[in-house]
């Protein structure tokens, strides 16, 4: 009997990116340098679709090929991506920037163009490194998460995860006064000039990570039991988040155990677009509680006040529209960092990866330890003091690269990005059936997109450390008593 070979579709994206890359790298130089001529909005409107034709292509690539899966990393840093620079744009268009100094319905737009042009060859140089044979090299060299857990020892593990992270949430909400202080509190200033708890905030989250590992027992042994200890210990921990003043963890718990479920299920396309309804859902979701968690960030502790307050927003769609995107202003961060570097600015060459040599010194040995945060360093030197003091602004990834060494390296950087997130495709989502994946997915599933706004250093520390944590948790879990069984 002879066996029919299966012959593979050559990747039509990857085949066009190369086919229009002289033209977008053309746009992209023309708008540096010729960025008078290129002021009109009909360029704005032209580049927004190029980098939409960029970011939805590969996506609509897998899912015509049957090949899209949810937790594909590559995917949600696009669709981030394409937030913060496409949506930006359309936004600049209709409300202005204060950042860039453009009132509504300006026409000299050059400077945003320029911007514009910059991202999408730096989206365009990220799926190039994205689908490079080189990252899943690496990835099959590097050593696998332990597959099983001993199941015993992973609740208890669970339990005492749980007792030591919502004790240092506890001690946070002590140290600001107990609860009615904490609650009052203006987040937007505390969480500004909070220096020092970074790590301490991500060993907090080991509550978090308690949790998920329930839920993940829960899925695999399906015994009541681990159901009821996951309601039990959930509940708490959307309350905690909906008022802990940040607007997008609260939702990011929810899109997490999203992933769980989709990691923990019988994994493929049909299945992923079956997820994905539950994703876009979380997704509104996020866009409607926005302005009530906006409030809440404040200091409000009277729901019904807030409520109060959200409904102007929810009743007028273009007011929604504006809470939501005016602090997603990577797009601007982009075109001052255009305008200004090498011009007033130099090139740091790269000088702010020696914050990581720092970073992990706690500050209460070094009191005089400087500013870790790149996004602060960069508010103070760069933006106009629009926002409360203490700061940190979304500098992004092609920020940061042109800020570094100008346009190629934002080429550079963001291939060398791409390989990276294949790497994380390829040996943390990929594999099934492995518990410890399953786990590290869900609770640093956030990082596949929103490192899009933040630094390299970010990545090497507060991700990376969370990371570490996590690893040794897993070390700790591993055993044969549990292993993944789908149904």
């Not at 590992?213 to 309350?239: D, T």
């Not at 990577?330 to 960092?337: E, P, T």
């Not at 990929?430 to 490192?451: A, D, E, Q, R, Y």
């Amino acid at each position: 009997m002879i066996k029919e070979r299966l012959v593979r579709k050559p990747a039509l994206f990857p085949t066009l990116y190369l086919l229009t890359g002289v033209l977008i790298v053309g746009i992209g130089i023309a708008s540096v340098s010729l960025g008078e001529a290129l002021e009109s909005r009909t360029i704005t409107y032209l580049l927004v679709a190029v980098l939409a034709f960029t970011t939805f292509g590969p996506i609509l690539q897998r899912i015509l090929q049957h090949s899209f899966d949810l937790a594909e990393p590559g995917i949600w840093f696009a669709l981030f991506y394409f937030a913060h620079f496409g949506v930006r744009a359309i936004y600049d268009l209709i409300f202005g920037s204060p950042i860039l100094g453009l009132g509504p319905g300006a026409k000299d737009l050059g400077l945003l163009n320029a911007a514009l042009g910059i991202s999408i060859i730096g989206l365009l140089a990220f799926w190039i490194g994205y689908h490079a044979r080189f990252g899943k090299v690496i990835a099959r060299a590097l050593p696998v998460l332990p597959q099983r857990w001993n199941a015993p020892l992973a609740l208890l593990i669970a339990l005492l995860c749980l007792i030591f992270g919502w004790s240092l949430r506890i001690f946070f909400i002590t140290q600001a006064g107990g609860l009615g202080a904490w609650l009052e509190a203006n987040k937007y200033e505390i969480l500004a000039q909070a220096e020092g708890t970074v790590y301490l905030g991500i060993l907090a989250n080991l509550a978090k990570v308690g949790l998920f590992i329930i839920v993940i027992l829960a899925r695999v042994r399906k015994r009541s039991i681990y159901w009821f200890l996951f309601i039990i210990f959930l509940m708490p921990e959307l309350i905690y988040w909906f008022f802990s003043g940040s607007r997008a963890q609260f939702v990011f718990v929810l899109l997490g155990l999203l992933i769980c479920f989709y990691m923990t299920s019988k994994r493929g396309h049909e299945v992923s677009m079956k997820f994905s309804k539950w994703a876009v859902v979380l997704a509104a979701l996020l866009i409607i509680l926005f302005p009530l968690l906006s409030v809440l960030r404040g200091g409000v502790t009277e729901l019904q006040v807030a409520l109060a307050h959200s409904s102007v927003f929810w009743k007028e769609p273009m007011k929604l529209l504006e809470i939501i995107c005016e602090r997603q202003h990577g797009l601007d961060s982009l075109g001052i960092l255009i305008e200004r570097v090498p011009k007033e600015e130099p090139f740091t060459m790269g000088s702010e990866l020696l914050l990581i040599l720092v970073a992990w010194i706690p500050r209460t040995l070094w009191p005089e330890k400087p500013i870790i945060s790149p996004g602060k360093i960069f508010y103070e030197k760069f933006y106009p003091h629009i926002f409360h003091r203490g700061t940190a602004v979304a500098i992004t990834l092609p920020g940061e690269f042109y800020w570094d060494l100008g346009f190629i390296n934002v080429i550079i950087g963001m291939l060398l990005i791409g390989v990276v997130w294949q790497i994380l495709f390829k040996y943390l989502v990929h594999p099934p059936g492995n518990l410890s994946n399953i786990l590290v997915v869900s609770v640093m599933f956030p990082t596949f997109f929103v490192i899009v706004e933040q630094s390299i250093v970010s990545f090497l520390t507060m991700h990376l450390f969370q990371f570490l944590v996590l690893v040794l948790v897993v070390l700790a879990l591993r055993g044969r008593a549990v292993k993944m069984e789908v149904h």
